[in-house]
Nanobody
Framework: HVQLVESGGGSAQTGGSLRLSCADS????????MAWFRQAAGKEREAVAA????????YYADSVKERFTISKDTAKNIVYLQMDSLKPEDTGTYYC??????????????????WGQGTQVTVS
């Protein structure tokens, strides 16, 4: 059973920073593509960022460009989301997602079969 585990959520003030981590529960899969999504209360889940683990190519939603950075530690099979200059509208539950075979359309939830349970981020 594949399990992605997020950590690093919490509370921050406007303009502050948080770093999220996403780790495979130990299966050691070579993920082809990993991504972060978020869901605010009463809203649909939306893509935040994605990274192709092969060459490190990245995707960012317009709302987080220049503020968030997605990166990977291939040896540890961990993906990070560094969130700087946080805004109240960044508040939500952040989910890690992954795919073993493709990084096609990383902005779509349907592109990812594997998901974590989510970690809450609150910016005030």
């Amino acid at each position: 059973h594949v399990q992605l585990v997020e950590s690093g959520g919490g509370s921050a003030q406007t303009g502050g920073s948080l770093r999220l981590s996403c780790a495979d529960s130990g299966h050691g899969y070579s993920w082809y593509c990993m991504a972060w999504f978020r869901q605010a209360a009463g809203k649909e889940r939306e893509a935040v960022a994605a990274i192709f683990t092969g060459d490190g190519a990245t995707y960012y939603a317009d709302s987080v460009k220049e503020r968030f950075t997605i990166s990977k530690d291939t040896a540890k099979n961990i993906v990070y989301l560094q969130m700087d200059s946080l805004k109240p509208e960044d508040t939500g539950t952040y989910y890690c997602a992954a795919d073993l075979y493709s990084c096609w359309m990383p902005s779509l939830t349907q592109s990812f079969p594997y998901w974590g349970q989510g970690t809450q981020v609150t910016v005030s």
